[in-house]
């Protein structure tokens, strides 16, 4: 690597990013704290352990997935030994931490009691899955950032299940608009823009995004025909490809005509949104690159694989004069853009639906996080150390990937299961009248080996879409005010998107208002390779995932940043805070799409109906048991399974 670069980038600096032993991120707040060299049995057990504080590589960290990597290698047993009989029993065994598993918690207590005894399993050093904390200590001030899920929202309205979870949570949907500033950014003068990197355009160049279709929270988009003249004056792209970009903004033809509305969508859902424009409105091929990454922040994947009747339901040009029908259910994909009721229901926290975690464990560990409302959850502290005390009736046990369940006896007549997990590498037993398995699903048929040979199949095609959620503190956001910009959409960089971080303010958490403030800067990478079927695209995503050092990804992150606000005097090396890498190698869960799955064009049952099925005394839920990478999903398919096995006692 050029050291000189390096330097400039500010690579050795000494920031809240990176400090590793044993592979883990050890430094909390802005100070460097020694290892906590624990056993890993203790180590949520130590006053402090506190892992939203850790910052560099998090989501799925060193010390996650390893364990469950050996299982799916065959090679765990040969080195595990026989595992530990601990003499624990519960009345469930919840496998995932996440949003299904705590919901599947707090809704088998209220069908069995609050006297229940519980376990929740789960592989990382915190709780709440994909629903991850972030937080920063910079200039005396905490500031948060969602590590991975974003808000509550829904392309569909939530079910009267989800509705009712977060109505008894106490969160007020409605009350949003309270907390949130959607007008701080443009009161400034900054809107959205789109970075052309040299790499894919010939030019590093910013300009104003005329057409943008995701960050849109955060307003102010230039006035959108001085977005557009500014756009056609500075883009790196031929005339031709403007003079086509600007075609198909304005177009209003009817490409198929004489055909109805179905049979409009018919055809769009068998050809990608890439070939729409390359072959019915015939753009330039410019223009398909500046359009390509879109849908990154949703499908993980670009335009080549996501079809034009999903395009045209996230709101990308080129449709109007198709005049399609908008309302729901006339489609097999996404049909139009969300509908009002699912619009209104919005809401982010500043650590996004990780408040929606903390929340349930605080309903299910009360002595955990202190506090009662929505507002004051924001800022309490989780005290790590109440979360597997065995005076509790519920107990969060980290950092223990589960290897093993299995009944009994015979499933058909089995009263209890056994539930094996991994804590280092060192297997422990426990005992359950019950278990959810809220964990991913391709991961299912490696724990439990006895399920009929059809559900395995379809468990294992729950593969999940790869992401990488960045947070980077940086010190100030002048530069971002003198460039006039709040969000870049990148079409062709390593991350497609990098914004400032919605401004909400709840209760005793202010959120940056001034650009001479530290801030959150968000970025998103999904790794993709264009062209490959989707899931091929996602398996590879996932394995460059793992495959990236920190080093690369640190410097991916500075290089990006310092290209996109060179100009308006950013220095990477002086005005980086802090970074944390959120790496989902699993991420979303796989939707079904009607160009890579032809079942969903044809009907009838889906791979995850049969993946779900009650197995004896064990049920399944998780986000994959919907094939729907949402929340309220999570929340759904955790009170099925847990329906499922109360109607049986
Ligand atoms: C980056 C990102 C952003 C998202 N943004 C949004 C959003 O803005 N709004 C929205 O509604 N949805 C969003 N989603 C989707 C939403 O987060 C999920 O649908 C939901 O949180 C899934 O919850 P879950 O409990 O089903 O799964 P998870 O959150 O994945 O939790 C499952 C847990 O089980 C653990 N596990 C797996 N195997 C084992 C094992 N063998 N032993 C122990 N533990 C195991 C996993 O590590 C994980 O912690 C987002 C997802 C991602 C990845």
Same mark, same amino acid.
């Given at each position: ?110 069908? /069995?009691? $609050?006297?229940?005894?519980? !376990?929740?399993?789960? *592989?990382? #050093?915190? @709780?709440? =899955? ?110 031709? /490809?403007? $003079?086509?970009?600007?075609? !198909?903004?304005?177009? *209003?033809? #009817?490409? @198929?005509? =004489? ?391």
């Amino acid at each position: 690597m050029d050291s000189s670069r390096d330097r400039e980038l500010g690579m050795k600096c000494n920031i809240n990013r990176r400090d590793f032993l044993n592979g883990m991120a050890l430094t909390i707040g802005a100070a460097i704290v020694p290892h906590p060299l624990w056993a890993m049995e203790e180590r949520q057990n130590n006053p402090d352990y506190y892992p939203p504080a850790l910052t560099g590589l998090r989501g799925a960290h060193i010390g996650s997935f390893e364990t469950a990597h050996a299982l799916r290698d065959g090679t765990f047993w040969e080195n595990a030994g026989e595992p530990v009989a601990t003499g624990e029993e519960y009345d469930l065994v919840v496998v995932g931490g996440g949003i299904s598993g705590l919901s599947a918690a707090h809704y088998y207590r209220k069908s /069995a009691g $609050s006297k229940s005894r519980i !376990l929740i399993l789960d *592989n990382h #050093d915190d @709780f709440g =899955g994909h629903a991850k904390r972030n937080e920063f200590r910079v200039g005396g001030r905490t500031l948060l950032g969602y590590g991975g899920t974003y808000s509550i929202e829904s392309p569909a309205p939530y079910s009267a299940v989800a509705n009712s979870m977060i109505t008894e949570l106490g969160v007020d949907v409605a009350s949003y608009h309270k907390y949130v500033d959607k007008s701080l950014y443009s009161s400034k003068g900054l809107s959205n823009y789109i970075f052309f990197d040299k790499e894919t355009f010939g030019a590093d160049t910013s300009v104003p995004n005329p057409y943008p279709m995701s960050g849109g929270e955060n307003e102010g988009e230039h006035e959108a025909s001085h977005a557009l003249s500014l756009f056609l004056k500075n883009a790196p792209i031929s005339e031709q /490809a403007k $003079s086509d970009y600007q075609r !198909l903004l304005s177009s *209003n033809i #009817d490409y @198929f005509p =004489g055909q109805s509305s179905d049979q409009k969508k018919y055809r769009l859902a068998r050809i990608s949104y890439a070939a729409y424009l390359k072959d019915v409105i015939k753009v330039h091929p410019d223009v398909i690159k500046v359009f390509q990454a879109f849908p990154h922040p949703l499908f993980g994947i670009g335009i080549d694989a996501v079809a034009a009747q999903d395009a045209w339901g996230l709101g990308a040009p080129g449709f109007d004069g198709l005049r399609l029908d908008p309302s729901p259910g006339k489609g097999m994909n996404r049909d139009c853009i969300p509908n009002e009721e699912a619009e209104k229901y919005f809401f982010h926290f500043p650590d996004g639906n990780a408040t929606i975690s903390r929340l349930l464990v605080r309903q299910l560990v009360p002595s955990a996080i202190p506090g009662k409302s929505d507002i004051d959850v924001v800022t309490s502290r989780v005290s790590y150390t109440r979360l597997d005390d065995p005076r509790n009736a519920v107990r969060i046990r980290l950092n223990s990937t589960v290897v093993k369940v299995n009944h009994i006896g015979p499933s058909a007549n089995a009263s209890q299961v056994e539930v094996t997990y991994a804590i280092g590498g060192k297997p422990y037993r426990v005992r359950a009248n019950h278990c959810v398995l809220a964990c991913w699903h391709v991961m299912i048929p490696y724990l439990c080996p006895e399920l009929p040979a059809k559900q395995k199949e379809a468990l294992e095609s729950a593969a999940k879409v790869p992401l990488l959620y960045t947070n980077v503190v940086i010190n100030n956001w002048q530069s971002w005010q003198k460039m006039g910009v709040s969000y870049f959409y990148a079409p062709g960089s390593y991350y497609s998107s990098a914004g400032l971080d919605l401004p909400v303010s709840i209760g005793d958490y202010h959120c940056s208002r001034s650009p001479s403030e530290p801030i959150v800067i968000h970025m998103v990478r999904t790794p993709c390779q264009p062209g490959l079927p989707a899931r091929d695209q996602h398996k590879m995503g996932r394995a460059e995932l793992y495959a990236t050092d920190w080093e690369t990804l640190e410097r991916n992150t500075r290089d990006q940043l310092a290209r996109m606000l060179s100009s308006g005097g950013f220095d990477p090396a002086r005005d980086i805070a802090a970074i944390t890498v959120n790496r989902w190698p699993h991420g979303y869960a796989y939707e079904y799409n009607s160009l890579w799955d032809p079942f969903w064009l044809n009907g009838g049952v889906t791979p995850c109906e049969i993946a779900r099925a009650p197995y004896g005394r064990i049920a399944i839920a998780n986000a994959d048991a919907g094939a729907y990478a949402y929340t309220d999903e999570a929340i759904n398919q955790a009170y099925r399974a847990v329906k499922e096995l109360t109607a049986k006692s």
